[in-house]
């Protein structure tokens, strides 16, 4: 299983665009990429998944490059309530999520 | 439609008793996950049921244990308690029909032992 390193806190001001790299240097080829959210003392929320390039949804994006070996948590115009932990994973789709530990995330801050 | 769905919320033990949790999924989805999440950690795989099975385990002790029932609600016991088993344990099911393997999660129990 794919181990992915990803910075543990973020600071931001309301407003601006955030971008979270994650790198995962041993993803294997069946391997696809997902992002949670996950707010105190709630649940991981899924965000967003991708395989390769680009994919863009209404909370997020996630830009892929061509070797895969790292992937970018793009949020654009933060607010507030996107403080949370954000949890980047690799897995194959279905099986490859059920042994993955969710690591301690990255810690975004938005500042007012 | 109703998401999935955890008892108790909180839950208080003593060192040495066990401790029993539940889980209810998403109507629909036979896959159930748990999920330990000790303060200022991440969350650690614990265990994963789909169609009545146990599936996979992550790196715990066998005092961990749980199961599946048929209507693929399932309960988690932990056996044994120690103090470093306070946290949070969150639930989560999916169904494996859908392409993505998308995990939606529960409120989550606070286990506390004393």
């Known amino acids: 299983l794919a181990k992915t390193t990803q910075p543990i806190s973020m600071d931001s001001y309301e407003g601006q665009e955030v971008n979270i790299t994650c790198s995962h240097n041993?993803?294997?080829?069946?391997?696809?990429i997902t992002w949670y959210q996950q707010f105190p003392s709630q649940g991981p929320r899924f965000i967003i998944q991708?395989?390769?390039t680009k994919v863009t949804n209404e909370v997020a994006s996630l830009f892929i490059p061509a070797d895969r070996k790292s992937s970018t948590l793009s949020l654009p115009r933060v607010s507030l309530s996107d403080t949370a932990v954000y949890y980047c994973l690799v897995g194959d789709s279905p099986g490859g999520y059920q042994k993955v530990t969710f690591g301690i995330g990255t810690k975004l801050q938005v500042i007012p | 439609e109703a998401g999935v769905t955890q008892s108790p919320t909180h839950l208080i033990k003593t060192r040495g008793q066990q401790a029993t949790l539940r889980c209810s999924p998403i109507s629909g989805h036979t896959s159930v996950y748990w999920y330990q999440q000790a303060l200022g950690l991440g969350l650690q795989f614990l265990l994963w049921?789909?169609?009545?099975?146990?599936?996979n385990r992550g790196n715990f002790p066998p005092r961990f244990s749980g199961r599946q029932f048929p209507n693929y609600s399932s309960e988690l016991n932990v056996n044994a308690l120690e103090l470093e088993d306070s946290a949070l344990y969150l639930c989560?099911?999916?169904?494996?029909?859908?392409?993505?393997?998308?995990?939606?999660f529960g409120p989550g129990t606070r286990l506390t032992v004393l």
């Open positions: 991708g395989y390769k």
């Open positions: 989560a099911s999916s169904s494996l029909m859908a392409g993505d393997n998308e995990q939606f």
């Open positions: 041993n993803i294997a080829t069946n391997d696809y």
């Open positions: 049921y789909d169609e009545g099975e146990e599936r």
